[in-house]
Every structure is written in structure tokens, then in C-alpha cells.
């Protein structure tokens, strides 16, 4: 690599600056940086979680930045760790997945990881590599260096032994296995959100016992999720995930709060810095959030999808969100007869996941058929009929009883 | 095997009552022993520590009781777990031996163990032949199966853990190989002292789990040692050890106090119980323990070594210990000059291991040049004097500055 040190150190306070929570240790960090190697930058995942959404996207972005720069991204697959499963911040011991599933994981994975960073400025590496051939004797030197107490002193380890809740030893080995990773790929940085600390730190501590230079750790923010309260996670349902449809991904953004509009717009896009500044202004005066929040939208579809896409999806969301008015092209219901059971028909069409989410969104009032809300579960419908769940969920009913058996 | 009940059951109080501290679980062991089926006896032994004492023969005698009536001993040479180091009881985490050290130190174990335990009836297991192919994959089925808190209860660990001394993750995986060595050589019983009483159970915790009869727990007494105050250990130096020559093994059981010595014919002699009954009365009564003492320490030498090594080690004993005589055959220690250095003189001859422990002896007035006691290091000896060091250790000088130059 040639060294262009105006170049480097524009980018540096790019890189540095925006989208970072943490980075241990920043003075070393800057220094290789301003060296001109170039750097192998780790990033780990768990097949356990395929989906990528916009939260993991923060660390992505970085990484691609790096890339950008010329330095070269490590991805581990962590097929052995997943087995065992990440206890960070878990408050219970998990099920092991099947080698199968962490395969076929992956696989997904990789496809929405690929949609940020530059598959040709990344070396692919699974942990299978080394651990398939990791012995006992390689297990006993490499839990002799470190301690049970260093691994209790872990917030949520201790929190879970405190509280009387197990800890399957396995769950120990987790963090040595993710710090082992840095050593076998001679990581010089690695990534990831502010939770993954404490094993970020383990393997700076491996890497120095066994004569490696010890990696820098850069920790990207957690992004607060579409409720505006917790952080971005699949389970708590306040995702947007990279590989969701435009109209979808572009419905979500437009439903987040107000106040997390600027938060995205520094995390997930590339706006310069300059016209962020100019929309805290607006946003502090008269402008209408919602125009700001339409073009936060359209970039991130723009950069997921495209820019034709993101200019559908706006369309899309005008005429059925903000008109009311049916999308041109919706699912099919099959009723089996003109007074069918509302809660199986929604069921049927895959409008929702369950008999149970049926019934509580329509006691929410969430369900209309023809504009008219949902009370009790036998209605009566005609052909053409349009159902339609919260804002975004709509179906038109057919009455045909040999199709509606079928689904 | 044939079954014969009145055999059986007179063997099975013998079995079940003397030499017994305690048995988990009582009742399915006596229905094992009377089911005539061949029982696999499991001794594990840890190569770090290859001398035998007779604390540990209460164990082993135990097992060639066993092996009278017709079970299998399996010997286990611990020489994957003794590279970590058995936790048990140990206050702090130990250093690791070289395969080397610990194979060298199985054949000492091994010559030893065999004076008690019948070897054409044992079958000798390396844990080398499962641990050697041990996969990670291995490593973290058995690690899920327990969890810190269930290891950290253990006393040792515990009282180490709040005293924040360290503990090694390693030693965490101690236990769950020796319980993973029952259930690969099909454990009916395992044998040990009661310190060992955690692992054992884990064993049978773990060959339930795997489908496997839970193992019986059999754990003999700890003996108390030469002090007549801590239980017998060579780290103590109150040991006896079967591997010592006649005439010290002798000197050392005459040593023992009176107390102990009705605990040591019942653990470690065959003499009847009607017998030792006897000897209980006549201790009570006017008896010389000194003489009860003695034959106790003609059985331990004649069990260990021969009969006539027990009554020539008796001879010595009453020659040089209780008159005071210079032994007939002696160790020459060979000096430079007429006034040599005595702590050099000492430990070239081997009758000290260091020059500080003659330095320690000759303080504590326990050397002596023909009948006067030591005092300073640099003194006159003449062609044929005696150096005698406690009531045990001698040696003739001879003036030989050559001699003394390769010594």
C-alpha cells in the first residue's frame, strides 16, 4: 500500500469518528493506521442468527469503510462457537444447533453480509478449519491460561450465577474459542457491537501470552430499534432487516420515532456530515419530520436495494399507508364459504404467524374487512372483499372452499 | 463365576465392613456382589504422584480382597488428567507434568501397586487411548452436560473461589474426565479415598445420563501418618512408603504413636479380627504397646517385602535403634583430609539431600562422630570413624582425597 497521508487522514477521522462506541486502544488504533499496513480486520458471526438487520448493519458499514481504505476484512464462520451458543448478554443456557443448520445459516447469512462489504476484499474463514482438528491437549493449554473467576467477573455470567441460574461449563469456552479465532486469522482489529467487550478483550490478552501483537477493538453503537426504546433485535420484533422487501424495509423506516431519525441517518447512511448538520437545524425549527424520515428511508433502500426500488417503495407507501388505499397487487384469501372464520383465514393467507396473534390483533382492533373493524371471529365476506391488517397487511378474499381446505 | 451364597456372605462383611469409611450406594452394592456377576473395579491413579504409601494401600488391599473373590480390577493411568493436575483438595492450581515425566512416573506407580494387587487379575487402561483422539466436538458434549455452580459447590473449589485464589478452567474439566473414564471401562465400583467422593459421584451422574448402571462409590479411611496427627502424605513426610528398604519401613511403623496402632492393623494387615479383638484387651490391660508395635511392623514387612526381610529388619532394629549399635553393613562416606567439611562430607555420601539440611541436623545436635555430638562444621575424623545422623543414618569415613574429589 502507498501512503497518502492527507488521504489517511481524512478517512481516519471518518473511521474514528462517526458510528464508533468504543476503541481500545485508540492510540494504537491511529498509529497502525497511519503505518500504511495493511490491516486484518475480524469479524465474527453466530450462524445461530442468520439475520442481518440494520443494528448489525452499524459494524458492516465500518468494515466496508476499512475496505475502502484498502484493508482487508476477515470473516469467521463460527460453526463451532454456534453449537455452544454466545452466552454475551444471554440470561440462559441455549440449545445446540445441528451442524446442518449452522451450514445452511451461514449460507443466508453470508448472502445479506455481502449486500454491505466487498466479498473481493474478504477472506472467508471457518472456524471448522482449526477446531475440527482441536484436540484435548489443545483445550488444556488453552483453559490453563485463563481463570473461572476472570470468566465470573463477566456481567452477565455473574448476574446468572448470582441469581442461581445455570451456566453450563461449555458456556466458559465460548469467549476462549472466539479469543483463539483472533490468534489462528492474527486479527489486528476486531468488530463488533459494545456487548462483545469482554471476548474482544480475551483475545487482545491471548494474542499478547502467545507473542502476537494484541488487536485493536472497535465497538460500533447500538442502534435503538423501530419502538424507539430497545435496542434493533429480532426477537423483540423492532427489526428492519437488510433482506426484507422494499415496501416493507421502507414501511418500517417511515415508523420509527422522531427522534431516532438523526441516529440513523449517522449510522446506517453515508450522508456527509455537512447536510446531517443541516437537518438537525430543520428539525429543530419548522421542517416536517416525516419529509425528513421519507429520504432516511429512501436511502437505506437505495442502499440495500436500489434506487428505482426505493423510489417504489415510496410510491407504494403513499397510496397504501398514507391514502388508505389497497396496494395494486395483494395476496389472495381463500375462504371456504361467505361467513368463514376470520382468525383461519388470516392464518390461511399468511397474514399472521398464528391462530393466537390473530386473535389478539383483531381484539386490538387492528383488523378491517372493507374498511369496517373486525368484532367477533364469523363475519360475513363476499367476493373481492378486502382484509386488511394494520397498516400494512392486506388480502383479497376469494370464495372457493376446495382452495380454502388446501391452505 | 459360580455363586456360593454362604461364601459370599461371609465375604461380603468382611468386604463391607472393615477398611470402609463409606459405600454410595450401600444396598445396590451388596446386590452386585450377590449376583455372582464378574464386577470392573475402577482405580484411577494420577502419574504425578508415583509413590505409593500405606494410605494408599487401604485402597489397594481393598481391591485385592475383591480380586479373591473373583472381580476385575481396571487400573487407570491417569496421564491425560494428570496433566492437569487433580484438584482434589489442593489449595492451589499445579503445574503441568511432560508426557515424559508422567509416563516414567506410571512404571514407578505401577512396580509398587503390583506388590499389593494381583496382576494377572488387572487390566491396565491408559487414558491416552480415548484422550489421545478426543475431539472438541467431545470436549463440549460432556462440558454441556454440568455447569459451574455444580463444580464450584465442591468444597475445595468453593473455599477457593471466595478466597480468590485462582482457578484454572482446566481444573474444571478434571473431574468430568475421570467420570468420563467410568463410563468408558464400564465402572461397576469405583475405589479411593473419601476426598475423592465428588468425582465419583459425577461418574455416576454421568453414566446415568449416558445410559450406563451408575457406578458404586467405595471409599476407604483416610490413615493417619507417622506424626499421629494429619492423614498420611508424602508432602507431609509422615509416610511410610511399600517401596522403602525393610529395615526404614520397619523403623518408621515402630514409630508411629501408640494410638495408632490398633487403626493400622485394621487397615493395613490381614490379621483376623478375633485377633485384633485380643490386642484390644491386652492394650487396655498391662500390655508393652512396643511389643504390639512390633508386630505390626513385622506383618507390614513381611506383607510388603518377605518374612525374612521382616525379621532381619527386627534385628537391625534392636541392634542399632534400641542399643545403640553401628549397623553391621554401612555406607562408606569418603573425606578429603582429616579435618573435612561435615555438611560436604554428609551429603556426598547421600545421608542428607542438601547442605542445608545438614546444616539444619547438625544445629539440631542429631549428628554424631563416633559417639560426640557435632558442633561447628569443620572437624577432626580419623580412618574408620562412625558419623551417624538420628537413630537411623550412618556411615564409616574413609580418607580418600581422590574418592572424595568424584564424590
Known amino acids: 500500500m502507498t501512503i497518502d497521508r492527507a488521504l489517511i487522514e481524512r478517512d ?22 497511519r503505518s500504511g499496513r495493511k490491516l486484518r480486520l475480524k469479524e465474527g458471526f453466530d450462524p445461530s442468527f442468520p439475520d442481518i438487520h440494520l443494528g448489525h448493519m452499524v459494524a458492516l458499514r465500518k468494515l466496508r469503510q476499512f475496505q475502502e481504505m ?3 476484512v476477515v470473516l469467521i464462520v463460527g460453526d463451532w462457537t454456534a453449537q455452544i451458543g454466545d452466552p454475551s448478554g444471554v440470561s440462559v443456557t441455549r440449545p445446540m444447533l445441528t451442524a446442518e443448520q449452522v451450514r445452511s445459516n451461514a449460507e443466508t447469512y453470508m448472502q445479506q453480509f455481502f449486500k454491505v462489504v466487498d466479498r473481493g476484499m474478504t477472506e472467508v474463514r471457518w472456524q471448522s478449519e482449526w477446531y475440527g482438528k482441536f484436540t484435548l491437549a489443545d483445550v488444556i493449554q488453552l483453559t490453563s491460561k485463563f481463570t473461572v473467576a476472570q470468566m465470573l467477573a463477566r456481567e452477565d455470567f455473574s448476574a446468572r450465577y448470582s441469581a442461581g441460574r445455570p451456566i453450563a461449563i461449555t458456556e466458559l469456552l465460548y469467549p476462549l474459542l472466539q479469543a ?5 486469522v492474527k486479527s489486528d482489529v476486531e468488530f463488533g457491537g459494545t456487548d462483545q467487550k469482554f471476548n474482544f478483550l480475551l483475545g487482545r490478552e491471548l494474542q499478547t501470552m502467545l507473542g502476537q501483537r494484541p488487536q485493536q477493538c472497535f465497538m460500533t453503537p447500538l442502534l ?29 423506516v417511515m415508523s420509527i420515532p422522531d427522534e431516532l431519525v438523526m441516529q440513523y441517518f449517522e449510522l446506517v447512511t453515508d450522508l456527509p456530515e455537512e447536510e446531517l448538520e443541516e437537518f438537525r437545524q430543520q428539525l429543530a425549527g419548522e421542517a416536517n419530520p416525516m419529509n425528513m424520515k421519507k429520504r432516511l428511508a429512501r436511502e ?61 390483533l383483531i381484539n386490538q382492533g387492528a383488523v378491517e374487512i372493507d374498511g369496517q373493524k373486525v368484532i367477533g371471529y364469523q ?29
Open 12 to 33: 481516519v477521522s471518518r473511521l474514528l469518528k462517526r458510528g464508533v462506541a468504543e476503541i481500545i486502544v485508540e492510540e494504537e488504533m491511529l498509529e497502525l493506521l
Open 70 to 72: 484498502g484493508h482487508q
Open 180 to 184: 483463539y479465532d483472533s490468534v489462528v
Open 224 to 252: 435503538v430499534g423501530t419502538d424507539g426504546k430497545h435496542k434493533m433485535s429480532k426477537s423483540l420484533g423492532n427489526y428492519i432487516g437488510v433482506a426484507e422487501p422494499p415496501d416493507v424495509m421502507y414501511g418500517k
Open 300 to 360: 437505506i433502500v437505495a442502499q440495500l436495494h436500489s434506487k428505482a426500488d426505493a423510489v417504489e417503495a415510496e410510491a407504494h407507501f403513499a397510496r397504501v399507508v398514507q391514502r388508505g388505499e389497497a396496494p395494486a397487487d395483494i395476496p389472495v384469501a381463500y375462504a371456504p364459504s361467505d361467513t368463514p372464520d376470520i382468525r383461519r383465514l388470516l392464518k390461511s393467507c399468511g397474514m399472521v404467524g398464528s391462530i393466537s396473534e390473530a386473535v389478539r
Open 379 to 407: 363475519l360475513p365476506v363476499k367476493e373481492g372483499s378486502i382484509v386488511r391488517v394494520g397498516k400494512l397487511r392486506w388480502c383479497r378474499v376469494k370464495i372457493d372452499p376446495e382452495k380454502a381446505e388446501k391452505a
